[in-house]
C-alpha cells in the first residue's frame, strides 16, 4: 500500500521559512518522480515544483522560481520542499504527489498516480 506522508507545515511570517517533507512508502521511490502542489481556498490545485526520477531535474512555478527549491533523498525516501522568502499567497494546503517513470509533464496533475493527504502552510502579512 503506497502512503505518502507530508509534514512540515504551519504559520510563519512573510518573508519567513518553511521545509516541508513527503515521506513515502510502499513503492520504489527512486521510480517514481515527485511533485508538489497547493490549494488555497476555492482555487483549483496548483502545480509548485517537481523533481524527475531520472537525472534529478527539477522543474518550478514561475511564482515560486527562485524562493523554493525542491530536493529528494532515495535513500530516505523523502522529497523536501525549501521555501524561503514567504508571502501571503503562498498560503494554502502543500500536496505531495508520486508519479512513476515519468519524466515529462510532470506540472500536470494527471501524471501522478499516488497523493499525500496535504499539510497546511500558512503566511501571515
Known amino acids: 500500500q503506497v502512503q505518502l506522508v507530508e509534514s512540515g507545515g504551519g504559520l510563519v511570517q512573510a518573508g519567513g521559512s518553511l521545509r516541508l517533507s513527503c515521506a513515502a512508502s510502499?513503492?520504489?521511490?527512486?521510480?517514481?518522480?515527485m511533485g508538489w502542489f497547493r490549494q488555497a481556498p476555492g482555487k483549483e490545485r496548483e502545480f509548485v515544483a517537481a523533481?524527475?526520477?531520472?537525472?534529478?531535474?527539477?522543474y518550478y512555478a514561475d511564482s515560486v522560481k527562485g524562493r523554493f527549491s525542491i530536493s529528494r533523498d532515495n535513500a530516505k525516501k523523502t522529497v523536501y520542499l525549501q521555501m524561503n522568502s514567504l508571502k501571503a499567497e503562498d498560503t494554502a494546503v502543500y500536496y505531495c504527489?508520486?508519479?512513476?517513470?515519468?519524466?515529462?509533464?510532470?506540472?500536470?496533475?494527471?501524471?501522478?498516480?499516488?497523493w499525500g493527504q496535504g499539510t497546511q502552510v500558512t503566511v501571515s502579512s
Open positions: 504527489a508520486a508519479a512513476q517513470l515519468v519524466s515529462n509533464g510532470l506540472q500536470t496533475r494527471t501524471k501522478y498516480d499516488h
Open positions: 510502499g513503492l520504489t521511490f527512486s521510480t517514481y518522480s
Open positions: 523533481i524527475s526520477w531520472r537525472g534529478g531535474s527539477t
